[in-house]
Nanobody, 115 residues
Framework: QVQLVESGGGLVQGGGSLRLSCAAS????????MGWYRQPPRKQRELVAT???????YYALSVKGRFTISRDNAKNTVYLQMNSLKPEDTAVYYC?????????WGQGTQVAVSS
């Protein structure tokens, strides 16, 4: 079993910052890529950013230059630093981790950005 626990969501004004964290635990030997998706209200879930076990990163165009993904392999934790937040960043943010070629999801954390 793999458990992912997210934290750090909340309500912030436009232009503000938030930092999301996601800690993995359980049967996570050999954990691979980790990342973040988000699901805005009434829209489909979309990829935000990913980071490989070696530290290679990928960002969606909509967040590039504003969001930074990082990970602490010793703590099996992935972070998402979100700066210059916009109302369109409002969504439930989900953490994902790949373990033994299988993807595991966190429960999601709400981010709301006011204009």
């Amino acid at each position: 079993q793999v458990q992912l626990v997210e934290s750090g969501g909340g309500l912030v004004q436009g232009g503000g910052s938030l930092r999301l964290s996601c800690a993995a635990s359980g049967s996570i030997f050999g954990i691979g890529a980790m990342g973040w998706y988000r699901q805005p209200p009434r829209k489909q879930r979309e990829l935000v950013a990913t980071i490989s076990s070696g530290g290679s990163t990928y960002y969606a165009l909509s967040v590039k230059g504003r969001f930074t993904i990082s990970r602490d392999n010793a703590k099996n934790t992935v972070y998402l630093q979100m700066n210059s937040l916009k109302p369109e960043d409002t969504a439930v943010y989900y953490c994902i981790a790949v373990v033994s070629s299988r993807g595991y999801w966190g429960q999601g954390t709400q981010v709301a950005v006011s204009s």
